[in-house]
Structures are given as C-alpha cells and as structure tokens.
C-alpha cells in the first residue's frame, strides 16, 4: 500500500451552516463526529497492519490531535490512521 500525506482544509463559511443545517443540529456532535472518523481511520490501519496489508512500523503510536487556535478562529482534528484515497477524495470532497 502507498502512502501519501496530505491535507483538506474547508472554509467553514461555506460548509459549516450547510453540514449543521442538514445533519447535526448541534455543533458538538459535528465534532464528535470528526474525532469518531479520526478514530475510525487508526482502526482501519490497525486492523490492515494485523493482516499484513499495510507497512506501519512497530514503533507507532497513534494518536488524534485536536488543536484549538482561538486567534485564528481555527479548530484542528487530525489523525496518523489510513487516509482517504484520492478517489475518495473526489467522490466525497471535491464532487
């Protein structure tokens, strides 16, 4: 499996009022959301590393980043679990 590093950054302007009008009606079910898909994304390489489908080196540790910057207005979630591929990435982000 390769591996490519990445970012996807979306202006909440545009997408914050849309994603909490249509699926969440309240903002911290939305982010409990995005921690549950980082958690989701190191299960899924946990359990390929298992069955020998991916390479993750023995001395690992996985980990969600959730960072707050108030000056920037910004919130961060991040994970080192398995990515999106870039055909998920055009089906669900830039379709």
């Known amino acids: 499996m ?3 590093e990445g970012s ?3 202006s909440t302007e545009n ?3 849309i ?3 249509w699926l969440y009606s309240d ?3 939305f982010i409990r959301e995005l921690v549950a898909n980082a958690s989701d994304a190191i299960h899924k390489l946990e359990r390929l590393d298992i069955m020998g489908e991916a390479d993750v080196p023995e001395d690992t540790t996985y980990k ?3 960072v707050l910057d108030t000056d920037a ?3 961060e979630i991040s994970d080192n679990g398995l990515g999106m591929t870039l055909e998920e990435i ?3 982000i830039n379709d």
């Open 2 to 4: 390769t591996r490519r």
């Open 8 to 10: 996807i950054s979306v």
């Open 15 to 17: 997408i914050f009022p």
């Open 19 to 21: 994603i909490r009008k």
């Open 27 to 29: 903002q911290d079910i």
């Open 64 to 66: 969600i980043d959730i």
């Open 73 to 75: 207005n910004t919130l």
């Open 90 to 92: 055009d089906k669900y």
